[in-house]
């Protein structure tokens, strides 16, 4: 009986331990596990686009969501993984090994804390488009995907001709070309109606050293007066440049019939060569019978007044002769287009240019956006308030000679611009802010600010009178050295500044820095 005890006490036992064993050796290896932080990266399936000069974000977020603060993040271009645009290491942002091309242009957006590492890229110009890589490492696991960003560039509006069609039959050959585009944007032609014309010629591509695509396409047409023909060159429904013309060529009718057309044409040149002779040859003799009148008279008083005066008649004919044998010349022959009238906006308007703004002059704090020709100010960075210069960006073109002109929108009707300045510099201005903006330096502007009204960059400032404005005429003179300004709502001058001289002219503008009102050239 007591064994029976004994067997089944000592069974129990034998169960109890075993149990507890097995509780000692699984705690340990459960705690030992280590936490799951395995996640993938969710970006954009197609490309993301934006247009130069703007800011874009480059998403990139993780799923499951982790909060990604104790972890590295790292955005790098696929062919330069070394220099990554962005380095987010030991909480926080790493100057080094960075990219120079993207510091001060870049940031980490979305919230951190959340799994979303986006980067947003800053003014954004053509040379940012490609493959970019979101990389994301932790302890235990890294992750990375790609993220491919199109910059797109609006390009020049669309230059028409009209020529004359092989065999007519009343049709004309139209020409489209336009340049400067980027990615390649679609050409169509539409009639009057706004009916899309199918063309089975196709669209001629070619790309210049920065990848900017020109396009340009023909169409034969019915020749027309009165129905205009219409070429859109576009990226999309919102960005988009059109050009119209009327799909006609003059031609001087035949005055007799049976005769060609290029007989006609030249036998209508000899003749008017043969009436421009005619008056040459009229209006030679006539003068000489003038100048013979006139010199017999002239002999005949000179006679008189030597009998008086006791001088001989001999020598005096021979000074008459002396100064008929003088031709008078004029003391300065100007060149066609030199003599403009600087009071007339009309005459000035003819030698109007399309500008285009160079950003890699602008200031850190303006933006340039809509293909680089409106301006706009920025909220500038503390990093960047250290070493400003003067707030305003040049144009691409410079001007050595010539005449040219360009127009300046500063205000909308909708908006109140609370200050701005235009004008030109010359090459190679001292850009210190401690440096004014005066002609002895090198700059000659028009300068607007709502307390100050409107004033020109001389010392003392004069002020002009405006009662308001809203496009500005930019007229510069090479040949006379001048810079005019004009009022092109009244089409009347406002100031003038003489003694312009430098050898390189540039057009340069601001936007100011007390509004994010844009000013543009149009």
């Given at each position: 009986m007591f064994t029976t005890v004994g067997n089944r006490g000592t069974m129990h036992l034998g169960l109890c331990l075993r149990v507890l064993i097995l509780a000692t050796l699984t705690v340990p290896i459960r705690a030992a596990q280590p936490a799951q932080e395995t996640f993938t990266l969710t970006v954009p399936d197609g490309p993301?686009?934006?247009?130069?000069?703007?800011?874009?974000?480059?998403?990139?977020?993780?799923?499951?969501?982790?909060?990604?603060?104790?972890?590295?993040?790292?955005?790098?271009?696929?062919?330069?993984?070394?220099?990554?645009?962005?380095?987010y290491k030991d909480h926080k942002i790493q100057e080094a090994p960075m990219d120079p091309q993207y510091r001060g242009r870049v940031s980490l957006t979305g919230g951190m804390e959340r799994g979303i590492v986006s980067l947003t890229l800053e003014r954004v110009t053509l040379e940012d488009r490609g493959e970019y890589v979101c990389q994301v490492?932790?302890?235990?696991?890294?992750?990375?995907?790609?993220?491919?960003?199109?910059?797109?560039?609006?390009?020049?509006?669309?230059?028409?001709?009209?020529?004359?069609?092989?065999?007519?039959?009343?049709?004309?050959?139209?020409?489209?070309?336009?340049?400067g585009w980027s990615p390649q944007p679609k050409l169509t032609w539409r009639n009057k109606d706004g009916a899309e014309i199918r063309n089975g010629q196709g669209v001629l591509n070619t790309s210049d050293s920065h990848g900017l695509v020109s396009v340009s396409n023909w169409l034969l047409y019915a020749s027309?007066?009165?129905?205009?023909?219409?070429?859109?060159?576009?990226?999309?429904?919102?960005?988009?440049?059109?050009?119209?013309?009327?799909?006609?060529?003059?031609?001087?009718?035949?005055?007799?019939?049976?005769?060609?057309?290029?007989?006609?044409?030249?036998?209508?040149?000899?003749?008017?060569?043969?009436?421009?002779?005619?008056?040459?040859?009229?209006?030679?003799?006539?003068?000489?019978?003038?100048?013979?009148?006139?010199?017999?008279?002239?002999?005949?008083?000179?006679?008189?007044?030597?009998?008086?005066?006791?001088?001989?008649?001999?020598?005096?004919?021979?000074?008459?002769?002396?100064?008929?044998?003088?031709?008078?010349?004029?003391?300065?022959?100007?060149?066609a287009g030199k003599d403009v009238n600087l009071e007339d906006w009309h005459q000035v308007k003819r030698f109007k240019e399309n500008i285009i703004l160079d950003e890699k002059t602008a200031h850190?704090?303006?933006?340039?956006?809509?293909?680089?020709?409106?301006?706009?100010?920025?909220?500038?960075?503390?990093?960047?308030?250290?070493?400003?210069?003067?707030?305003?960006?040049?144009?691409?073109?410079?001007?050595?000679?010539?005449?040219?002109?360009?127009?300046?929108?500063?205000?909308?009707?909708?908006?109140e611009k609370l200050s701005w300045y235009v004008g030109v510099a010359?090459?190679?201005?001292?850009?210190?802010?401690?440096?004014?903006?005066?002609?002895?330096?090198?700059?000659?502007?028009?300068?607007?600010?709502?307390?100050?009204?409107?004033?020109?960059?001389t010392d003392p400032q004069p002020p002009i009178t405006v009662a308001e404005l809203t496009i500005v005429g930019v007229f510069l003179d090479c040949y006379r050295h001048t810079l005019s300004f004009y009022h092109v709502d009244t089409e009347s001058l406002l100031y003038t500044f003489t003694d312009v001289k430098t050898s390189n002219y540039f057009p340069l503008l601001s936007p100011g820095q007390r509004d994010k009102y844009t000013i543009r050239i149009i």
């Open positions: 993301t686009s934006t247009l130069s000069g703007s800011s874009v974000s480059l998403l990139c977020e993780l799923s499951p969501i982790f909060n990604v603060e104790p972890m590295e993040v790292r955005w790098y271009r696929s062919s330069n993984s070394h220099s990554p645009a962005l380095l490492i932790s302890k235990q696991w890294y992750e990375k995907a790609s993220v491919f960003l199109t910059v797109n560039v609006t390009g020049s509006e669309p230059v028409l001709s009209v020529a004359e069609a092989r065999g007519g039959g009343g049709q004309v050959n139209v020409t489209c070309s336009s340049e027309s007066y009165s129905n205009w023909l219409a070429c859109t060159v576009s990226l999309s429904e919102e960005v988009k440049r059109e050009g119209r013309i009327l799909p006609h060529i003059y031609t001087a009718p035949t005055a007799v019939p049976g005769v060609s057309k290029e007989a006609f044409i030249v036998t209508l040149i000899l003749l008017v060569l043969s009436l421009v002779i005619i008056c040459a040859l009229c209006s030679v003799i006539l003068w000489k019978r003038r100048g013979s009148m006139w010199s017999s008279s002239q002999k005949s008083r000179n006679r008189s007044d030597q009998t008086e005066l006791g001088q001989r008649p001999a020598e005096t004919e021979n000074l008459i002769e002396g100064a008929e044998n003088t031709v008078q010349t004029p003391t300065e022959q100007r060149a850190p704090a303006i933006r340039v956006t809509q293909g680089k020709q409106r301006a706009q100010y920025v909220k500038e960075k503390d990093t960047e308030k250290s070493s400003r210069t003067h707030l305003h960006v040049f144009s691409k073109e410079s001007f050595s000679s010539g005449q040219h002109y360009w127009e300046v929108k500063v205000k909308d009707s909708s908006t010359r090459e190679n201005v001292e850009r210190r802010p401690t440096v004014p903006l005066t002609p002895q330096n090198g700059f000659w502007i028009l300068s607007y600010d709502k307390e100050k009204g409107f004033h020109v960059s």
